[in-house]
């Protein structure tokens, strides 16, 4: 008789594991041709370019979240608006443009705007970020 064989427990890590990788699949990822578009991600627009000059910075909403895109020295990057601490907003939170990082003005997280990773205490979860590309004259932003 054929079929996976192996006590009951090593079955149930089997079921585990499989579980488990097939939980693991980005949301991303693309299946069939790789040159075609996730059909999770969407492309939405965030403004012209040149209602976003370095040291500018602006709050887009899509669908429930609202996102805050900055323009750091002529690098564009986009991080959710939400303190991972206590859902704090980030919007109106002091810029280091030395450590392209971002405080909360509630408590003083500061959050690497790169990647959402939190650099300091008392956050320790990261936050959403976003590609932001320039098409022409527009700002878009990939989210999903
Ligand atoms: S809500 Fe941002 S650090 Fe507490």
Same mark, same amino acid.
């Given at each position: 008789?054929?079929?996976?064989?192996? %006590?009951?427990?090593?079955?149930?890590?089997?079921?585990?594991?499989?579980?488990?990788?097939?939980?693991?699949? %980005?949301?991303?990822?693309?299946?069939?041709?790789?040159?075609?578009?996730?059909?999770?991600?969407?492309?939405?627009?965030?403004?012209?370019?040149?209602?976003?000059?370095?040291?500018?910075?602006?709050?887009?909403?899509?669908?429930?979240?609202?996102?805050?895109?900055?323009?750091?020295?002529?690098?564009?990057?986009?991080?959710?608006?939400?303190?991972?601490?206590?859902?704090?907003?980030?919007?109106?939170?002091?810029?280091?443009?030395?450590?392209?990082?971002?405080?909360?003005?509630?408590?003083?997280?500061?959050?690497?705007?790169? %990647?959402?990773?939190?650099?300091?205490?008392?956050?320790?979860?990261?936050?959403?970020?976003?590609?932001?590309?320039?098409?022409?004259?527009?700002?878009?932003?990939?989210?999903?």
């Amino acid at each position: 008789m054929g079929g996976v064989k192996g %006590s009951p427990a090593e079955l149930a890590g089997l079921r585990i594991r499989t579980l488990a990788r097939l939980l693991l699949v %980005s949301p991303t990822t693309t299946v069939g041709n790789p040159q075609a578009p996730s059909l999770m991600t969407e492309t939405i627009t965030v403004c012209a370019v040149d209602e976003l000059p370095p040291g500018e910075r602006k709050t887009v909403v899509w669908e429930d979240i609202e996102i805050l895109v900055v323009n750091i020295d002529g690098e564009l990057l986009a991080i959710e608006d939400r303190c991972s601490h206590d859902d704090g907003d980030l919007a109106d939170g002091e810029i280091y443009n030395d450590r392209c990082a971002i405080e909360c003005p509630r408590h003083g997280a500061l959050f690497d705007l790169r %990647s959402g990773k939190p650099l300091t205490l008392p956050a320790y979860k990261p936050v959403d970020t976003f590609p932001v590309k320039v098409d022409g004259d527009t700002i878009t932003m990939e989210v999903s």
